[in-house]
């Protein structure tokens, strides 16, 4: 990775200290991916990943931080009403960018199970067919998003870009992805790490602002 004058992986502000934060956890299916300070892809910078799916196989998860222009009414209206607010489609990452991803968030206490579309992911986060009958979840849910697009790695290449301290990993509360537009997600997510993970909620990619 090439870093620039705070290289935050070795030898820069915290240098080991944060390295070796960042690399005490292994992703799981309802985990969270944070973007590190100093990532290097530009698409990916003060993002997080809520992962889908991660084994063998590969991983797959959505950006939970970007936001399109396009309302969800247009293009799912019966769907729209259950969306937290801003009810837009999120950009869950650049692979089949014309593909839809609906996560729900279960209410307290509801058993996912009575309702067929839906499948679980991690505690009250599960993926929903848009095909189902939205009705079904109206008043069981605490709310969804739909995302359009996902990001996937190949067997292996996850692993590597943890080595390479490009990501984070953090359990994740279902608010986070139900969080409303004026909530900086990656800054709140980092706040809640253990140090020196939260002195950097507010960084900046220019070395002079920080």
């Known amino acids: 990775m090439d870093t620039g004058p705070d290289d935050l992986s070795g030898g820069g502000l915290f240098g080991d200290r944060l390295y070796d934060a960042m690399d005490k956890r292994d992703p799981v299916a309802g985990s969270l991916l944070i973007a590190a300070p100093d990532m290097p892809d530009p ?3 003060r993002a997080i990943i809520y992962v889908i799916e991660h084994d063998h196989s590969g991983s797959l998860g959505v950006v939970i931080t970007r936001r399109s222009e396009t309302d969800v009414e247009e293009i799912l209206p019966a769907w729209s009403e259950l969306c937290a607010p801003p009810s837009v489609f999120h ?4 692979v089949k960018p014309d593909t839809g991803i609906a996560l ?4 307290a206490g509801v058993d ?3 309702f067929s579309g839906l499948q679980q992911i991690e505690g009250r986060v599960h993926v929903v067919d848009l095909d189902s009958d939205p009705d079904l979840l109206r008043e069981h849910i605490d709310g969804m998003r739909v995302f359009v697009g996902y990001t996937g790695w190949a067997p292996g290449q996850l692993q590597d870009e943890l080595d390479r301290g490009d990501w984070y ?9 139900l969080a409303p537009a004026r ?3 990656w800054g709140a997510v980092l706040r809640r790490q253990e140090m ?6 507010t960084y900046m990619q220019d070395g002079d602002l920080n």
């Open 91 to 94: 950009i869950g990452g650049p």
């Open 196 to 201: 020196p993970l939260p002195l950097y909620a």
């Open 43 to 45: 698409n990916f910078r």
């Open 112 to 114: 996912g199970h009575r």
């Open 169 to 177: 990993v953090a359990p994740s509360l279902p608010s986070d992805l």
């Open 183 to 185: 909530v900086d997600v």
């Open 104 to 107: 729900v968030v279960l209410s």
